[in-house]
């Protein structure tokens, strides 16, 4: 299994970026793929999760109504649309799965681990 993000760059405050996972090595179509990002010298956080579904499970309450998680199975891409970005979501973003078809609810204790993890795309928001 190979994941690589891409995307990322310099943003103005208020811009939007959209960053892209292609997935290879298994049919995307049975697979919850997550979004996170980290900045260094803090933990790692959980943004956003796409079930097969298409459902979503938003972990980080920051991003609420500003990023947008989609895929396009027929491509193995999963999309993270980002808007209205601030300084805030400067950070490296990392798309990972746990080859499971279902995303961690928000609610249940569970591990930042995942099985396999994209390189990771940084995304500096600055004037």
């Known amino acids: 299994v190979q994941l690589q993000a891409s995307g990322g760059g310099l943003v103005q405050p208020g811009g939007s970026l959209r960053l892209s996972c292609a997935v290879s090595?298994?049919?995307?179509?049975?697979?919850?793929i997550t979004w996170f990002r980290q900045v260094p010298g803090k933990e790692r956080e959980e943004v956003l999760c796409i079930s097969p579904s298409e459902s979503f499970t938003i972990y980080t309450d920051s991003v609420r109504d500003r990023f947008t998680i989609s895929r396009d199975n027929a491509k193995n891409v999963v999309y993270l649309q980002m808007n209205s970005l601030t300084p805030e979501d400067t950070a490296v973003y990392y798309c990972?799965?746990?080859?499971?078809?279902?995303?961690?609810?928000?609610?249940?204790?569970?591990?930042?681990?995942?099985?396999?993890w994209g390189q990771g795309t940084q995304v500096t928001v600055s004037s």
């Open positions: 090595g298994i049919t995307l179509d049975y697979y919850s």
């Open positions: 990972a799965t746990d080859l499971l078809s279902w995303c961690y609810s928000r609610y249940s204790p569970h591990s930042v681990e995942r099985k396999h």
